[in-house]
C-alpha cells in the first residue's frame, strides 16, 4: 500500500486561512469521506473548532517569541527578567541625593595673634550619619567627615565664630561637604540551619533602595558581587603609617587605599517581578577544600605521602556545585541584612531643610582639657545649602528597557579610550581625584632600524595613561603615589585582559597672557580692563583645559571684542612660564614656534596648558587709537 504525500500548508496565522485550509484539504484527499461543508454541519463544527485552536496557539507562539525579545516584550516581567540577564541590575524607586553642610565649634588655644585652632578637638564623624528634614525624610552621610584633614578634594572650612571681650578668639567654625542620599535604614535578620546551595532570600520590603551590608553572627562580612563566580571584591583600607608606612604621607589627600581581596562570602541580587529583592547566595555546601571536592591535575596519580592520590578515585561531575567557586552558601548562621527604605519624589528636599540629627557615631582624640568635650560633640549642626533632588518613582517599562539595553552595550568594562577616562573620573574620591586623564596606545622604538632617529613603532598590547590632579588651590599637580596606586587597582577590574596599562603624568606647560585693549569712548577704561581680565580667567580656567588639548588663539581675541566697552584687540600673546623659584613647572615650551593659523598647539608628549597664577599672569593694558 502507498502513501500518498499530501500537500500541508504551514504559513497558517489566524482563523479564518486555518478553516479555508481545513476545507480544502478535506475536498482534496477526502472527498468521498465528506462533502457537506454547511455553516451548519456537525463536520463544519469540527474545522472550525481546530481552526480556533490553531489560532489561539498561533497567537500564543507569536507572543512568547515577542516576549522573549528585549526590544519588544511587553510585560513588566519579561523586560526586568531579560534585561538582567544581560547584566541589568533593576531599581526599584530612585532615592533624593545632595550635599550636606556639617559645622562643628572648635576651641581656640593661644591669645592674640597666637591664637590658632586647638585641632584635638576636631571630631571624626563616620559615615551613616542620619539626618531628618523637616517633613520627616531620612537621610544618611555615605563618607566620613572628618575635621582633623583638609585637601583639595576634602577641605575643610576654617572662619572665627566667637570673640571674647579682650579681643581673643575663643572658638572657631569649622564646616564640611559631605554627599548625603534619602532611604530610612532597615535592619533584617535571617536563620539559615543547614547549608543549601544557591539558597534564596526575598526582603519582606517593596520600595528597598539598596542593601548597605550583609553580616553574620561570627561578624564575617558578606560581599555583594556582580555574578556568583567573581571571587574579588574592592576593600577599604584606612590609609595609615601601620597600613603602609609610604603612602600614609598622602592620607590627607588620600583618605583610604583601594585593595583587591578574595572573598568566598559573596552575593547577588536581582528584582523580582513583585517588586521586592531577591538576594542569592553560593553553592559551597562542604567543609573539604576544593581541592578534595576536584582534585588538582598535578596532585592526580602522584605517590608522595603528602598529596591525595586519586587515580582510583571516580570524580562526581555534581561535585562541580558543591564546591566554593560559586561562593559559600550559608551554614547555621544568621544574617543581619542592613539596607534603607524609601525614595520617590517625597524624598526630594528644598534648601535650608535638614537641620536635624537623629543618629551620629562621633570619634574624637582630644585629650583631657579645660573645654568640655561633649559641648564641641554637641556643637555638631548640619544644613544642605543646596536642594536635594533625584528621588523618582519606579522606572516604567520603556525607562527599563532602554536602561537595560544601555546596561548591556556598556558591559561594564573598558573597551575605548573614553571607557578608560570615564572610569578614571568615576573612581570614588576617597581613594583620590583625578582631575585629567588623556590615554593613548603606547609606542616604542625599532631596535632593528639602525638609522637615527630610530623608527617608532606602535605597541598594540599596551595604552599610556596620562592623568594629573589637583593641589589646594586647584592648581595642576602629578597625581601621588596612592592615588596611582589606587587607580591602578580600581581599573584592573575592568580593563580587558590583553590591556597592559602604564599610569603616567603628563607635562604641566604654564602659560601668561599679555593682551593690549583699545576701549569705546565714553566707557570707563579701568572697568573694561578688568571686565576683559575676568573674561580670560574663565576661559582659561584649569576647568577648561585638558591634556593635550589646543588654545584656539583666535576664539579667545572674538571673545573679548565682545567684551562690553572693547572697540578692538591691538594685542594678543601667549607666553611661556617656567621658572622653578616662582613655583612655575620649569617646562620650557617654544610658544611662537607652536603656533599655526592662530592655534597654539601642545607638544608630542601629552602635556597641558596651565596659567597658574591667573591674577598675575593675565596682564592687559588700555592702549589709545
Keep these: 500500500m502507498s502513501i500518498v504525500k499530501k500537500d500541508i500548508k504551514y504559513l497558517n496565522k489566524d482563523f479564518g486561512t486555518f478553516r479555508n485550509n481545513l476545507i480544502n484539504f478535506a475536498k482534496n484527499y477526502f472527498p468521498d469521506t465528506y462533502s457537506d461543508f454547511n455553516e451548519s ?136 561637604t559631605v554627599p548625603i542620599e534619602s532611604g530610612e535604614v532597615v535592619t533584617y535578620d535571617v536563620n539559615f540551619s543547614d547549608p543549601k ?87 559551597g555546601v562542604s567543609s573539604d577544600e576544593d581541592e578534595e571536592l576536584i582534585p588538582n591535575p598535578k596532585n592526580v596519580g602522584m605517590g608522595l605521602e603528602y598529596l591525595k592520590r586519586t587515580t582510583t578515585t571516580s570524580i562526581d561531575p555534581t561535585n562541580f556545585l558543591r564546591t566554593k567557586t560559586y561562593g559559600l552558601a550559608p551554614d547555621n548562621v544568621t ?134 590632579g589637583y593641589d589646594i588651590n586647584k592648581n595642576f599637580v602629578p597625581c601621588n603615589p596612592a592615588i596611582r596606586e589606587n587607580l591602578r587597582t580600581y581599573l584592573s577590574n575592568f580593563r580587558m585582559l590583553t590591556d597592559a596599562i602604564s599610569i603616567k603624568t603628563a607635562h604641566i606647560i604654564n602659560i601668561g597672557v599679555n593682551f593690549d585693549i583699545i576701549p569705546r569712548p565714553k566707557y570707563n577704561s579701568n572697568e573694561v580692563l578688568l571686565r576683559c581680565i575676568d573674561l580670560l580667567k574663565r576661559l582659561l580656567s584649569n576647568d577648561n583645559m585638558q591634556i593635550n588639548a589646543p588654545i584656539n588663539l583666535a576664539n579667545l581675541q572674538t571673545e573679548l571684542d565682545k567684551v562690553e566697552g572693547v572697540q578692538s584687540v591691538a594685542r594678543f600673546e601667549i607666553t611661556n612660564l617656567f621658572s622653578l623659584l616662582q613655583g612655575y613647572s620649569g617646562n620650557l615650551y617654544d610658544i611662537p614656534g607652536a603656533i599655526r593659523n592662530n592655534i597654539l598647539y601642545p607638544s608630542l608628549d601629552p602635556s597641558i596648558f596651565e596659567v597658574k597664577n591667573p591674577d598675575g599672569d593675565i596682564k592687559g593694558r588700555i592702549v589709545k587709537n
Excluded at 544618611?140 to 583638609?150: A, C, I, M
Design 41 to 176: 454541519s456537525p463536520g463544519m463544527m469540527f474545522v472550525e473548532m481546530a481552526s480556533y485552536v490553531g489560532d489561539v496557539l498561533s497567537y500564543y507562539s507569536d507572543q512568547s517569541f515577542r516576549e522573549s525579545m528585549l526590544s519588544l516584550a511587553q510585560e513588566d516581567s519579561n523586560v526586568l527578567l531579560l534585561g538582567q540577564l544581560f547584566g541589568f541590575k533593576g531599581q526599584l524607586n530612585s532615592p533624593a541625593q545632595g550635599s550636606l553642610d556639617v559645622f562643628q565649634l572648635l576651641p581656640a588655644i593661644g591669645t592674640g595673634d597666637n591664637a590658632r585652632p586647638d585641632w584635638r578637638y576636631a571630631l571624626n564623624v563616620q559615615a551613616g550619619m542620619q539626618c531628618t528634614s523637616d517633613s520627616d525624610v531620612t537621610y544618611r552621610t555615605l563618607t566620613g567627615v572628618n575635621f582633623g584633614t583638609s585637601g583639595s578634594n576634602d577641605a575643610t572650612d576654617v572662619s572665627v565664630y566667637e570673640i571674647d571681650s579682650s579681643g581673643n578668639v575663643q572658638f572657631y567654625l569649622l564646616k564640611k
Design 335 to 468: 544574617l543581619t541584612i542592613t539596607y534603607t527604605v524609601g525614595g520617590g519624589l517625597n524624598d526630594n528636599s528644598s534648601v535650608n531643610t535638614i537641620n536635624n540629627i537623629s543618629e551620629k557615631v562621633i570619634q574624637s582624640n582630644a585629650a583631657n582639657s579645660q573645654v568640655d568635650l561633649a559641648f564641641v560633640e554637641s556643637s555638631l549642626a548640619v544644613n544642605n545649602p543646596l536642594p536635594v533632588v533625584g528621588g523618582r518613582e519606579k522606572d516604567d517599562l520603556e525607562s527599563l528597557r532602554q536602561n537595560a539595553m544601555a546596561s548591556f552595550a556598556a558591559q561594564s568594562r573598558a573597551i575605548t579610550r573614553e571607557d578608560y577616562i570615564t572610569r578614571c573620573y568615576a573612581m570614588p574620591k576617597k581613594y583620590g581625584s583625578v582631575a585629567k586623564a588623556y590615554i593613548i596606545g603606547d609606542t616604542q622604538q625599532n631596535s632593528n632600524d639602525k638609522t637615527y632617529p630610530r623608527e617608532t613603532i606602535s605597541n598594540p598590547m599596551a595604552l599610556n595613561l596620562y592623568t594629573l
Design 197 to 283: 546551595p544557591y539558597d534564596k532570600i526575598i526582603l519582606p520590603e517593596t520600595n528597598v533602595i539598596d542593601i548597605i551590608s550583609i553580616v553574620d553572627n561570627l561578624g564575617n562580612t558578606w560581599h555583594e558581587v556582580d555574578y556568583l563566580a567573581q571571587d574579588t571584591i574592592f576593600e577599604d583600607v584606612l590609609n595609615t603609617q601601620f597600613q603602609d608606612e609610604t603612602l600614609s604621607e598622602y592620607k590627607s589627600t588620600v583618605p583610604y587605599i583601594l585593595k583587591l581581596k578574595r572573598s568566598a562570602r559573596r552575593w547577588v541580587k536581582k528584582l523580582t517581578d513583585e517588586n521586592k529583592f531577591e538576594i542569592s547566595f553560593g553553592a
